[in-house]
């Protein structure tokens, strides 16, 4: 298994940017699609983007789409997600999370057993 820790989260105004990071330690990453979810506070959790062991990366979020992008570093064992023209609507908690093999497609929850804690956005209008 993989365990998960996130970081980049804070404070942002609207239209701009951040990227946070989900580090990754335990089992050799490759084998793992790793993605990227948020909560916000009343709200259903929502599948976000996913990349898988070999580079190739899924769309789960019609809305985020040519805003937020994830990417891998396996060398690194890092996962990013970058975060731009944010708007207020993108405050959450944000949660990277990992299963074996390819990211599912289309999106299954079942896929993701290892879990970080989360980090926290939060956008100003």
């Known amino acids: 298994q993989l365990q998960l820790v996130e970081s980049g989260g804070g404070l942002v105004q609207s239209g701009g940017s951040l990227r946070l990071s989900c580090s990754a330690s335990?089992?050799?990453?490759?084998?793992?699609?790793i993605g990227w979810f948020r909560q916000a506070p009343g709200k259903e959790r929502e599948a976000i983007l996913c990349v898988s062991g070999n580079g190739f990366s899924h769309d789960y979020l019609d809305s985020v789409k040519g805003r937020l992008t994830i990417s891998r570093d396996s060398a690194k064992r890092m996962v990013y997600l970058q975060m731009n023209s944010l708007e207020p609507d993108d405050t959450a908690v944000y949660y990277c999370?990992?299963?074996?093999?390819?990211?599912?497609?289309?999106?299954?929850?079942?896929?993701?057993?290892?879990w970080g804690r989360g980090t926290q956005v939060t956008v100003s209008s």
């Open positions: 335990g089992d050799a990453m490759g084998f793992y699609g």
């Open positions: 999370a990992a299963g074996l093999g390819l990211c599912p497609v289309p999106y299954s929850a079942q896929h993701f057993t290892s």
